[in-house]
């Protein structure tokens, strides 16, 4: 990770620490990197997702990759698997995504994709950086008939709508499917996709006002969706986060299936089927343990990665492995996608639904959760605060009194200020017990961020 860009883009608060001057020297960069070695004009593909601050990046994005003498091509609201989908479907030099994901709508992010749909490299990203701390200079402005436009390409949009139906094998017909979009990207496209397929689809949180993106809905408030499967009877839900990379399921009974019980779920299905290649899937270490045993149990092997759907791609792209994901619901089809994409693993999880005939909750069955408590904390140094003597020393001792019926782990976000305490056992008060001894021992060491 480096000064700006995170494992999900450079994220932070619109106007404070992610400002118009960040983005349109980001698009001035990008037009001009890849448009120098070229004869024909460099094409950038820009989505966005539902923030109010995502306009005014979009046209600053735009302002700087034109002035560079490249074309800006905008899909308009839209989900990030849609820019990379089109990104390396349609000839383009990369994409850019407008979106801080899950969080709340005054933060907002600036995702870059390559020509191949997949997250930008390191090398691209530290370039960047060093042009944004003036270690480059001033770059060429285009002149004249050089300057580059912009251009509607909703059209583009309208096509991976497509791709995301022709994906389906079977039809929803008579199947009663509940949408929560988060009032966020997936706000039309989700229901325009299971419409299309034959589902009667309900629609919740599905009006964004550019202030109430993930605000008590979506992937990361999923009580609300449960409480909706409930009330109208239906068959599923789905629940998106901001941008639709995510997707978190309810059963017809109302309970969450996360990206775990999905990971286990599909690869189930791949494996009966003889189509789980190197019968392997790829999670992170945040997976539950009950997952693990279920896995041992239809002997499907597993690898762990780092949290990050970064972290899976790269695992599944250099072992050829089909299938993986994170427990917060980013899980990637690598033979339809390139990254998460929460409206196709939709489609995936009703075709493993309606081939084995069985409703969500019996194929969710076999797995079981162990307690798990994950909690925040902002501090003012994530790497101090890590590796604090006390901290690690706190953090021992927990692993050593877990032994090997629990786990404890420690680690900061890509995208905040803040460390991450889990800690996942038999016993739910144990595991809260422990969490709060770690996290107590991060404040006493005045780590904090007041």
Known sequence: MGKYFGTDGFRGEANVSLTVNHAFEIGRFLGWYYGKDKTERCKIVIGKDTRRS?????????????????DAYLLHVT?????????????FDCGIMISASHNPFYDNGIKLINSH??????????????????????L????RENIGRTVDYSAGRNRYIGYLISLAIRSYKDFKVGLDCANGSAWMIGKSVFDALGAKTYVINAEPDGTNINMNC???????????VLEKGLDVGFAFDGDADRCIAVDERGNVIDGDLILYIYACYMKRRGKLLNNTVVTTVMSNFGLYKAFDAEGIN???TNVGDKYVYESMTKNGHRIGGE?????????????????????KLMEAIIESKLPLSKLAEPVKIYPQILKNIRVKDKKAAQDDPQVRNAVDEVALKLGSNGRILVRESGT????????????????EKYVNYVIDVIKNRGHEAL
Do not use: W
């Open 327 to 347: 427990q917060s619901g980013h899980i990637i089809f690598s033979k339809y996608a390139t990254t998460g994409d929460g409206i196709l693993t939709a489609i």
């Open 302 to 304: 597993y690898e762990k």
């Open 79 to 91: 989900t990030t698997p849609s820019v990379a989908y089109v990104a390396r479907t349609e000839d």
């Open 117 to 138: 749909g997949e997250k930008m490299d390191e090398d691209t990203i530290l370039k960047i950086e060093d042009y944004l701390d003036g270690g480059i200079g001033e």
């Open 140 to 143: 060429p402005c285009a002149l």
């Open 218 to 228: 979506g992937s990361t408030h999923i009580d609300g969706l449960r409480k909706f």
């Open 416 to 431: 905040e200020p803040v460390v991450r305490v889990m800690v996942e056992a038999e016993d739910y008060d144990l595991c």
């Open 54 to 70: 995502s306009y005014m990046f979009e046209y600053a994005l735009c302002a700087g990759i034109t002035s560079s003498g490249a």
